[in-house]
């Protein structure tokens, strides 16, 4: 009887090693918190709308930069994507008064009327601010206007844009 119950006792202490080693998992590693609350993490811009449904999205981190357009009754798109050199990235957030972000005002959408949608996303890991159609506020729209002024210089020819604005 003993050798049963010894063969009963590894059998169970074998399984009770499998679960134990299965059940645990690697603690995932978080991305560290930036220091400051008020410092810019994601920037987007884009236009989209018109008669043909043209869209046109950048989309700038502090590592990379992605640029998609297109126009949807022509079932055309093209999409452009580059890494964001740091001295680039400092560049483009200078231009923006993260205090101030909150005195910018949106207007009404024009899609409606097959108008032209801009619209600006900018996220801080306190706040995102986002803007629709803020090119008529006049007052406080320039730091806007350089930001995206900049980021046209950033991208390759055949992709700029030149504003009217």
Known sequence: MSAVRNFVLRILFSMFLLLTLFSCSPKEKKAPAPQNPNEITFISVSNIGGILGD???IKVTKDSISLEKGTTAKKTHQ????????NKWKHLVSSLDVRTLNSIKSSPSAQSVDGVDETFQIRTPKKAHVYVNAYQDTIHYSQLQTLKNR???ILPKEYQQAYAR
């Open 55 to 57: 869209y046109r999205i």
């Open 79 to 86: 999409y452009w994507s580059s890494s964001m050199h740091a």
């Open 151 to 153: 980021i046209e210089e």
